[in-house]
């Protein structure tokens, strides 16, 4: 369970989690030194739920229970608490038999925190830990009209079998996970995060601390800002020394404000800050928005300054925005915030936007109003140490005054709850993105293929591409591809269809157009006919239709609206070169006139302009039903289109859920690897603790074990350790056979003279391991001996587990020459069939795949099977750090992993990612 944002601690201590009404929680493992706090917890209950938990009257713990509750080994028996400022609101807890694959279970929760969620949210954290100890099923015995213990273990998503005893349900969960408790978890997080971005974004009242007369200080802007822009609840200036701010009375602290407050912005010292969160929590406030700055953008200090004051703001329940933010906005009829520190703020529209960068803050908000480009919302995230792009997103997916979204981002606090959430939210709405800061490829020398190909960076672009969020490389692009899809229809594909009055920048605008994947189609000769109809003598109506100069207003009017109603484009690109007679702002409303009749018809088509004066006629142009983007060149207007397109077709495709893998075994996997760390590692000395387990690799035999346990075709292996075991391996075989050294430093064996290939068996298999055994020296401990592969194309498969994005899925054309080609691909996993197809397709070697030169294609469902299971083994195990299949031979027959290596990295079990803040 990880807390969020930089600094947080290790597991151990738990993690800050969301609940059902928008507060937040804390849950970790129960300690030794519970016990008072939990005696204290137990007398808070009322006598209802001490029935409900224990069957009967149970006005106290004794001392043995109290021991026995607070004492837990963390795999057999493990305990959970829940706690607000230091208090225990819940307990959950699991006990099963050593060796079993069943535990019993059992829930309690204080009277004043049930309803809120934590009975479920809990019961998702036992799953995970139990998931990750080889527990298949949770039972539970429950009074039959505990309703609401009955509710949870419904609400979870798990499957689940009922057998009443008279008074006892007796419930049984397979806690193993699905498509539905993933789904369910995804809906519970969804609904808590509106909840707390409602009390941001729709406050009733708003409380300025570190409010100031001073015109001009921070404090004095935000109050301002606040009236001036009409917002509809009270503003509370908070000043200890000052009786009114910017004409409205005053009060020295937040608990002196007569009524409650939803929103607290906090502009004050630095070294003020904690102290003004613990007085906002126990005022009861929803929300920080803390502007301050001097926090984790300072360095290890200040990092753990912010950490410090996100644990206090969630010890009461408060959400953070911030710190180093620059405040929020909402433009919605009826609410009118801004919280900002804008000297301006935005006209309505439909764009929502979050930034991660304070500093940007005022630039992009004074883009957006030269743009005419009205925002719904906006979001400044500076530090993003709680409250982050998720939030937003999940507060826009469901905003029906928002269309599109943009975002500006400079890390990522949780990857994989975006991924889920942005991939919902691009099947309605386009997420646009600016992600800044690109990272190094992967590490050359490292120890296996995967890590040497794999980056930071191809995960970013792969989170990208499978959630459809267009991500663009500036700001400037950001707003270009926004003013496409906020002014105009959705591309209904790729043609487009150019209207010049000058040829050069016609051609332009068609090679640009090549250059972004978009298609500039001859027209039809009907079309062609009906424009020659009405345009002057030497007009070129192909596509590009060149106007010549001499072209009117109306005739731009005309070309525009037959292309509309031609069909035969999706798209219409109009480009004007002042001429010396015809006017630019005529040519503006003849565009809006030919745009307008088109919708009026029902042959809308998306239209842009390119003007090289254009910001004289953005204001003409957005006179219509839709208003039209113009851009000053026709090459960034088809930037602009590309991304748009892009995106259209991504959308377009059918919804695809995670396929169901039979012959996964994540249980079998997790038995080798406990049966081989109580083969390596020391027995402890009497009386004394086992040693930690330390990061290993499993090779040979053993990591064709781990292929076998999710259903992955291997070449046979046998392990041997001397040249003699060698001959007999092989002649059990039958020759030829492939002696490979084994060694979990050896990566590069070819090159360094630790494989030998067709060796025909006899005293040769002998020879063979006895030389290599002499030019390794002690990185050779013992070799293996296989069948010689077929022919096929040799491949590489494998996952990377990023401590940010999780597991990176990795495809590529293998043998020894992988890295120097680095012909790969990746994916981030859960994957769908179709992302794993796209990874397998995606090579520039692709043909030799599915056929080169009459070759007889591959099976690339049996590639596509391989890379799902795989990714579903770097889901299922995360203690596998690392995972490289190469060579995976294909063939037209099927596919087979020649070798295979794993690394073996220890690690703490954690919720599932959608459930952490941030």
Wanted: proline share 7%.
């Amino acid at each position: 369970m990880r807390a969020q944002g930089p600094g947080a601690p290790d597991a151990d201590e738990g993690s800050d989690v969301l609940l059902s009404d928008g507060t937040t929680a804390h849950v970790r493992p129960i300690r030794e030194d519970d016990g008072d706090n939990l005696r204290a917890f137990h007398g808070r209950l009322s006598p209802e739920s001490i029935i409900l938990r224990f069957f009967g009257p149970h006005p106290r713990l004794s001392d043995a229970e109290v021991e026995r509750f607070t004492h837990c080994d963390g795999v057999d028996r493990v305990a959970l608490v829940a706690e607000l400022a230091g208090r225990i609101i819940a307990v959950a807890r699991y006990d099963r038999p050593p060796g079993h694959d069943e535990a019993e279970v059992a829930f309690v929760v204080e009277d004043a925190f049930q309803g809120r969620g934590l009975g479920t949210l809990l019961l998702e954290h036992l799953a995970t830990i139990a998931r990750s100890h080889g527990i298949r099923r949770f039972a539970a015995d429950t009074l039959s009209d505990n309703h609401r213990m009955l509710g949870v273990f419904r609400d979870a998503g798990f499957a689940r079998q009922y057998t009443r005893a008279s008074e006892v349900m007796e419930v049984v969960l397979d806690i193993s996970p699905s498509v539905e408790a993933a789904e369910a978890v995804a809906e519970r997080d969804r609904s808590a995060a509106l909840r707390s971005m409602g009390r941001l974004l729709r406050p009733r009242s708003v409380a300025v601390v570190g409010a100031s007369r001073r015109v001009g200080s921070i404090g004095h802007q935000l109050v301002t800002n606040l009236l001036s822009g009409g917002f509809a609840g009270p503003v509370y200036p908070v000043n200890r020394s000052a009786d009114t701010v910017a004409g409205v009375p005053a009060w020295p602290s937040v608990g002196e404000v007569p009524g409650p407050v939803d929103v607290a912005v906090v502009a004050v010292p630095r070294a003020a800050v904690p102290a003004v969160v613990e007085e906002c929590g126990r005022a009861g406030v929803g929300v920080l928005v803390v502007v301050t700055a001097g926090f984790a953008e300072t360095g290890p200090a200040g990092v753990e300054a912010q950490h410090r004051v996100v644990r206090l703001a969630h010890a009461y329940g408060m959400r953070v925005v911030g710190p180093n933010c620059f405040g929020v906005i909402n433009t919605e009829p009826g609410v009118s915030l801004n919280a900002t520190l804008a000297p301006r703020p935005p006209v309505a529209g439909p764009v929502g936007f979050a930034s991660q960068s304070g500093g940007l803050g005022v630039a992009i908000l004074a883009e957006a109003t030269t743009r005419g480009l009205g925002l719904s919302s906006f979001v400044s995230l500076g530090n993003k140490a709680d409250v982050s792009g998720n939030d937003a997103l999940v507060w826009w997916e469901q905003d029906d005054t928002t269309d599109v979204v943009l975002l500006y981002l400079e890390s990522f606090g949780n990857p994989r709850k975006f991924s889920r959430i942005a991939r919902r939210v691009s099947r309605h709405k386009p997420i646009v993105a600016v992600k800044s800061g690109r990272s190094a490829p992967g590490t050359r020398g490292a120890a296996s293929h995967t890590a040497a190909l794999a980056s930071s960076e191809e995960a970013v672009d792969a989170l990208f591409r499978q959630t459809g969020v267009i991500r663009v490389d500036s700001t400037e692009e950001l707003f270009d591809v926004a003013e496409v899809l906020a002014r105009q229809p959705l591309p209904g594909g790729g043609r487009v269809g150019l209207v010049a009055n000058a040829g050069g920048p016609g051609v332009l605008a068609a090679d640009a157009c090549a250059g972004h994947g978009l298609l500039v189609p001859e027209l039809s000769a009907a079309t062609q006919a009906v424009l020659r109809s009405f345009l002057p003598m030497g007009a070129a109506v192909s596509n590009p239709v060149d106007l010549v100069a001499s072209a009117s207003a109306d005739d731009y009017r005309r070309a525009v609206d037959t292309l509309a109603h031609s069909t035969e484009v999706d798209i219409v690109l109009a480009i004007f070169t002042p001429p010396l007679l015809t006017r630019a702002d005529d040519v503006a409303q003849a565009l809006v006139g030919a745009v307008d009749d088109a919708e009026r018809s029902g042959h809308a088509v998306t239209v842009v302009a390119s003007f090289l004066q254009a910001d004289e006629v953005r204001d003409e142009l957005g006179r219509g039903r839709r208003p039209i983007p113009v851009f000053t060149y026709p090459e960034t207007a088809a930037r602009a289109l590309g991304r748009a397109v892009s995106y259209a077709t991504w959308r377009a495709r059918p919804v695809e859920r995670e396929p169901v893998l039979p012959g996964c075994d994540p249980n079998a996997v997790r038995r080798l690897i406990e049966a081989r760390d109580s083969t390596t590692e020391p027995a402890p000395e009497s009386g004394e603790p086992a040693p930690a387990v330390t990061e290993r690799w499993l090779t040979g035999a053993e990591a064709m074990g781990v292929l076998d346990a999710y259903g992955i075709l291997t070449t046979p292996t046998t392990v041997v350790r001397s040249a003699a075991e060698a001959e007999e391996a092989a002649a059990r075989i039958g020759a030829p056979v492939a002696v490979k050294a084994a060694g979990p430093g050896l990566l590069h064996k070819s090159d360094a003279g630790g494989v030998r290939l067709d060796v025909l068996g006899g005293g040769d298999v002998g020879r063979a391991f006895s030389a290599m055994a002499e030019a390794l020296g002690p990185a050779m401990e013992g070799a293996v001996v296989q069948p010689m592969a077929g022919p096929g194309v040799e491949t590489i498969a494998g996952f990377l587990q990023d401590p940010a994005f999780g597991p990176l899925v990795l495809f590529g054309l293998g043998g020894r020459a992988v890295e120097l080609l680095g012909d790969h691909g990746t994916r981030l996993a859960p994957l769908t069939e179709r992302d794993a197809r796209e990874l397998v397709l995606s090579l520039r070697g692709a043909p030799l795949l599915t056929g080169y030169r009459g070759s007889t294609p591959v099976d690339v469902d049996a590639l596509v099977d391989l890379v799902l299971r795989l990714g579903r083994l770097a889901e299922d195990l995360p203690d596998l750090a690392e995972g490289d299949c190469n060579p995976v031979v294909a063939t037209p027959e099927g596919v087979t992993v020649v070798d295979a290596r794993f690394r073996v990295r220890p690690h703490a079990p954690t919720p599932d990612d959608r459930r952490r803040l941030s």
